[in-house]
């Protein structure tokens, strides 16, 4: 422009503070807090002609893309939004509180797992990184000399065995070494099992006392932090793992304690901007929205489904709809369909992650086309098309045949991963990398609608779903068949097709009457609202009203390493050969405070780096741990012999996404674990043990399925910290405690849901126990050296059982589902062409004479945390003992031979499966 | 907990299996087949029957071929009324599939109107969502709305694409957040009984009192005749895509999931069987 004119204040003795104008519009606020539009602004007159005072008082306002308005209120420094501005009413109708939340206001303790850790391969033989020291002491007990012979004898290289040995190879070495030192740098948890630790453990006790007086007489070791516990190794990626995992970072570990950031509960804001805001005149601003609760107390969440949910009409509407569906149309598929489906075509250009060697990201065209079958069924086949030596070539997929679409984290590429089943048995997916974020996440809604819809898979899933996250967070869900657990030929478990849910988890427990609840790596409890979709599923894919925002924070570490030298003492100059003086856990990778970023461009960072004293082995006091060369094992004072050092640096970053998912406030959690119920009626409350992030052990009381986020906690009196819960059908409690040995807790019932004391059980010989699951009558623990144990001997008078019997090694996790089926994530699975860590796997031939079951099937990996099968209560046992009864010995023959064992004195009668489900019932109810 | 969601995939894919036979007293060259086809519910009868006008003109001499139009037992069928309101009003309750006479002499201008191309429906279909967002939202929606997102909602149900219509209709069914509902709801009653085509009035979902109006209120109010006296016997059905909602059902609910894509609620009334 040319000059300035002069437009008047309001008031002569208020002068205008603040103005922001709009596209239309010019609002302003006075000195004295008054909101002011001005009248008759347009694109001749743009001075307007006058002011009009609007009600309220405000601090400043700022006017959005069309008009629409926001300001910050003088008296309880809240936003307000301008409702009913249209564009005939430029000055709208009302101001509108607006709930803005701060993620940061929840409590912050980020925790996390890495992708990747050693072990080996499924074998019998137990690993326990202690079996030098025990020989030397000419103790060798007869579980620990079982022979290395890999059990999964089709799949398993040799490998396998050699895998293992090494591990005792390890375990060789350490006898040189005081008992206290942890053993391999790269298995920083069994270090735990050290001398040293323990007494670390008992002085940060001492301290926590001493700073933090506890009000619970009860409870004196509350302030442990118990995160410790959990520490999960940190291996470098190999080239294998690249294709099969989901991540190529897998080193955020869990978070340390340091400093909170944010700690207002009601925040005062200072400042909003519209500016770049457009909302749509129609649409209801549900972002800000927020689901009641959340900053009340825990008592006040109800996920109560609303009475016009349940209503009878709406029943009676779903109900008539489906009758006439099946009226109208049942026996009439046959018939012509007046409207043809054209095809339907989406291409682009990504990148892919050639077949042959050299691998490598090559450019590609992707080309979707969608079409009607003869039946209505509509199918989609996705083309590669690939140049390979100037030729030009392509491979294709049935998206029917696709069992899942999974996410996988890269620092330079935005890629996803497609499995079918002949790819899991692979372990060598087609991996495809899109420019950006939104391009990716554009084609992933596409895929994994079209693979729905060729399932003709929508909606909710049901209660029977199996629940699944990855070390990315992200939550998958499989409608099992009937087949999964029972029949003449079990479905195998790659077959399972995998959907995503939006939200960010890190563990997920359910039941089989739909109450399902989720942990976030910061802690927070989620229960899930019953709706599907989420995260990048928009539209109809995902449903309108449950689902919410969610955030989630973790740690990202790296290592500053520096070498000791005569002249300078410790320094940053290290030796040519040394690692990156700024490096990731392995030290092969060089990472910089300033060049490492958070995990994708959905986090951001939420903290500065800070130095992290919690790290395994112990640190000084400026969080150095000293070793004597790289690698080792540090251990965190400064000795005569150690040349090196590294201290531990962390960052927290934040996700903002969405999902099925409402927090349940107040309580942090660990663990969680829900009753598998099959038989009780819908208003009865269904028991569910949780253990809080300190250690406590608790009990929700309240939880229906009306109401499945509960209403209040019950704490239950424990003598050290808790680091896992099951909770089995027949009220059957068992709990791990941070020592490593079990706990089962006595008198549970539904009158008594606390129980009344604790029964110690001792673990198996020399293991640390951390995790344990409970089915119908079974019970399985897993031990810190990743074998799985099975308690034997749980009778109706004493539900303890007698002794433990080990079934495998090389798991990470397990869930023992109410049909007593046992789900695991195994720590690392051969395939054809690759290597995957942390994979699904399924333990067959399980029967109630043979609850330890036979062998593993493997199902969908790597990369994955955590599995929940305790939903899973399709009734296998009537088909089950159909099939291999006397009635059909030709079937149960043939089945018997596929497995290769050949065992006919397990066929169960009907009768024999009947007696003993009776017997096992009393056991648990006495 | 089966989501809303799945209420508005069922009223879109429902369909009426359907067997057209050709008139007696047409002319043909050789015997007609009857034709048999999946008429989706919520299409038109002129938009969906191609093939069925394809298939019968074969057999026609060629000048005999001209206006198609269709009757249910002497019934003409009007076009512009949605299919599955057709099917509700004048053949609830018969045995499937439903067979409808196709004629080519004699079109009887006193009850059809001409339909002389896809145009004519799609600017009857689009009246409708005009008249009835007018009714919703004093046509504010409609009106922000550009060419394309109209010729989506077009192309939608032409080609019976549930999703590219919906992506578009979603926002024809939002309303104020500070509101509990439209304005009016956008309902047309037909009662197989009368002559008079169909009652249309305005009536909101929500009372003065702030309670929600239900199904029940609506018909008391502007069709007392449909409800069964308070000890009396119920002698009608109030249908609504082939199901009989339960009176108690809230209208906006109804207005929000089971409307035409016309995006208005056809109700039809019909004598209960007594049998």
């Known amino acids: ?222 302030n442990i932090d118990l995160k410790e516990a959990q520490k999960y190794p940190v291996l470098s990626v190999s080239t294998f793992a690249e294709t099969s995992s989901l ?166 590429k935005h890629s996803f991963a497609l499995y079918t089943p002949e790819r899991t048995k692979q372990r060598w997916p087609i991996c495809l990398a899109a420019t950006t974020e939104q391009e990716m996440h554009d084609w992933l809604s596409l895929l994994n609608m079209s693979c729905c819809e060729s399932r003709r898979i929508q909606g909710p899933p049901s209660h029977h779903a199996i629940w699944s996250v990855t070390c990315k967070g992200d939550i998958f869900v499989s409608e099992p068949s009937p087949e999964l657990e029972a029949g003449p030929h079990l479905m195998q478990c790659d077959q399972m097709f995998w959907r995503q849910v939006g939200g960010h988890l890190r563990l997920i427990e359910c039941n089989n009457r739909g109450i399902v609840w989720g942990i976030g790596y910061d802690h927070t409890a989620w229960v899930y609202t019953g709706g599907y979709g989420g995260g990048f599923i928009q539209g109809l894919a995902s449903s309108a009203d449950n689902i919410y925002m969610q955030t989630d924070v973790k740690c990202v570490y790296i290592y500053e390493n520096q070498r000791w030298n005569p002249v300078t003492g410790y320094s940053s100059r290290g030796l040519p050969t040394d690692r990156y003086m700024w490096s990731d856990a392995s030290g092969l990778q060089e990472c910089t405070k300033l060049n490492t970023k958070p995990p994708s461009p959905q986090w951001s960072w939420v903290s500065d780096w800070y130095i992290d004293f919690n790290t395994s082995g112990g640190t000084d006091r400026e969080g150095w741990q000293y070793a004597a060369d790289f690698p080792a094992s540090y251990h965190g004072h400064k000795t005569m012999k150690d040349f090196v050092r590294r201290r531990r640096w962390a ?148 539900p303890q059982g007698s002794t433990w019997d080990h079934v495998s090694n090389n798991i990470r996790k397990m869930s023992v589902g109410p049909l007593d089926q046992v789900w695991v994530i195994a720590d690392k699975v051969q395939g054809s062409h690759g290597l995957s860590c942390g994979t699904v796997c399924h333990r067959t031939g399980i029967q109630p004479m043979e609850p330890k079951g036979l062998s593993w099937d493997y199902g969908i990996g790597g990369g994955w945390e955590h599995i929940t099968v305790r939903g899973n209560a399709t009734d296998a046992s009537r088909v089950a003992v159909q099939d291999t009864s006397e009635e059909n010995p030709a079937v149960s023959k043939d089945l018997e031979g596929e497995e290769g064992k050949g065992k006919t004195e397990h066929s169960r009668t009907p009768l024999m499966v009947s007696e003993s489900q009776e017997l096992n019932r009393n056991t648990v109810n006495c | 907990m089966t989501d809303d969601k799945d209420v508005l995939r069922d009223v879109w894919f429902g369909r009426i299996p359907t067997c057209f036979t050709l008139y007696q007293d047409e002319i043909t060259e050789r015997e007609a087949e009857p034709y048999y086809l999946l008429l989706p519910r919520v299409s038109y009868l002129t938009l969906v029957t191609d093939k069925v006008k394809k298939h019968f003109q074969k057999v026609m001499r060629q000048e005999e071929a001209t206006e198609i139009w269709f009757e249910y037992e002497g019934t003409p069928l009007k076009w512009h009324y949605p299919i599955g309101l057709l099917f509700d009003l004048h053949a609830s309750n018969t045995a499937l599939p439903w067979s409808i006479t196709v004629h080519f002499k004699n079109f009887p201008e006193k009850d059809l109107l001409h339909c002389h191309s896809k145009d004519v429906i799609e600017a009857h279909f689009m009246a409708c969502i005009k008249e009835a967002d007018a009714l919703k939202h004093k046509s504010q929606v409609i009106n922000e709305m550009q060419k394309k997102d109209h010729k989506q909602l077009w192309m939608g149900l032409q080609n019976d694409k549930f999703e590219q219509f919906w992506a578009i209709n979603r926002k024809l069914m939002e309303y104020p957040p500070e509101d509990s509902g439209f304005r009016y709801i956008p309902f047309r009653i037909y009662q197989a009984t009368t002559e008079r085509p169909f009652i249309q009035k305005l009536f909101r979902p929500i009372a003065s009192g702030g309670q929600l109006h239900t199904l029940g209120d609506l018909l008391k109010d502007v069709c007392p005749g449909a409800i069964a006296p308070e000890d009396g016997e119920q002698k009608t059905q109030v249908m609504i895509h082939g199901i009989e909602p339960m009176l108690e059902t809230p209208i906006q609910w109804l207005s929000e999931h089971m409307s035409y894509p016309d995006n208005f609620l056809h109700i039809s009334i019909i004598p209960r069987p007594t049998d």
């Open chain 1, 1 to 222: 422009g040319i000059s300035w004119s002069i437009v008047e204040s309001p008031s002569s003795e208020n002068g205008i503070s603040h103005i922001s104008v709009g596209v239309d519009v010019v609002w302003c606020i006075t000195k004295d807090r008054k909101v002011w539009f001005r009248r008759g602004v347009n694109s001749h007159n743009p001075c307007g002609t006058s002011w009009i005072e609007m009600v309220g008082e405000m601090l400043m306002v700022s006017v959005g893309l069309n008009n629409q308005v926001w300001g910050v209120s003088c008296d309880d420094r809240t936003i307000y939004f301008r409702q009913g501005i249209t564009p005939s009413e430029l000055s709208g109708k009302t101001w509108k509180a607006i709930v803005a939340v701060r993620e940061s206001d929840r409590s912050q303790t980020g925790s996390s797992t890495s992708l990747l850790s050693a072990g080996c391969f499924f074998t019998d033989d137990i690993q326990n990184q202690t079996n030098a020291i025990i020989q030397s002491d000419a103790d060798t007990s007869s579980d620990t000399e079982l022979p290395s012979v890999p059990m999964n004898l089709a799949n398993t290289p040799p490998m396998g065995a050699e895998a293992s040995s090494s591990g005792n190879g390890t375990g060789n070495q350490a006898a040189e070494i005081p008992v206290n030192l942890t053993v391999d740098p790269l298995d920083s948890d069994q270090g735990e099992a050290t001398v040293a630790l323990t007494n670390n453990e008992k002085a940060n006790l001492e301290m926590h006392k001493s700073t933090n007086p506890d009000p619970s007489a009860e409870l004196r070791w509350t």
């Open chain 1, 247 to 412: 991540s190529s970072l897998g080193m955020f570990s869990v978070g340390a304690e340091e400093q909170q950031y944010g700690a207002d509960e009601h925040p005062l804001w200072a400042w909003v901007s519209g500016g770049g805001c457009l909302v749509d005149l129609h649409s209801p601003l549900k972002w800000f929205t927020v689901p009641s609760g959340l900053s009340s107390s825990a008592q006040s969440l109800s996920l109560s489904i609303t009475p016009a949910q349940t209503a009878a009409w709406r029943k009676q509407i779903f109900q008539q709809l489906s009758e006439r569906t099946k009226r109208e149309l049942e026996n009439f598929r046959h018939y012509e369909q007046a409207v043809e489906q054209s095809v339907w075509v989406k291409t682009g250009t990504l990148q892919w992650w050639r077949n042959w060697k050299p691998y490598k990201w090559m450019d590609v065209r992707v080309t979707l086309e969608q079409f009607t079958g003869s039946d209505g069924m509509r199918d989609s086949i996705l083309f590669i098309y690939y140049m390979y030596h100037e030729e030009k070539k392509y491979i294709h997929v049935f998206l029917n045949e696709v069992t899942i679409i999974v996410e996988v984290l890269n620092e330079a």
């Open chain 1, 651 to 798: 960052r927290k970053c934040k996700i903002v996404t969405n999902g099925p998912w409402l927090e349940v406030p107040s309580v942090t959690l660990w663990d969680i674990s829900i009753i598998p119920s099959s038989d009780a009626d819908d208003e009865e409350a269904v028991a569910l043990w949780a253990i809080s992030d300190k250690g406590d052990v608790l009990c929700r009381l309240g939880v229906t399925q009306q109401n499945p986020a509960g209403t209040s906690w019950l704490h239950v009196g424990t003598d050290q910290p808790f680091i896992s819960i099951s909770v089995g059908a027949y009220y059957q409690v068992w709990a791990i405690a941070r020592d490593g040995s079990a706990f089962y807790r006595g008198s549970v019932s539904p009158k008594k849901p606390a129980g009344d004391c604790w029964y110690h059980i001792p673990s198996p010989q020399k293991q640390k126990l951390k995790q344990v699951s409970v089915g119908q009558t079974s019970v399985f623990v897993l031990d810190k050296n990743g074998n799985l144990w099975y308690r034997q001997g749980i009778t109706p008078s004493y």
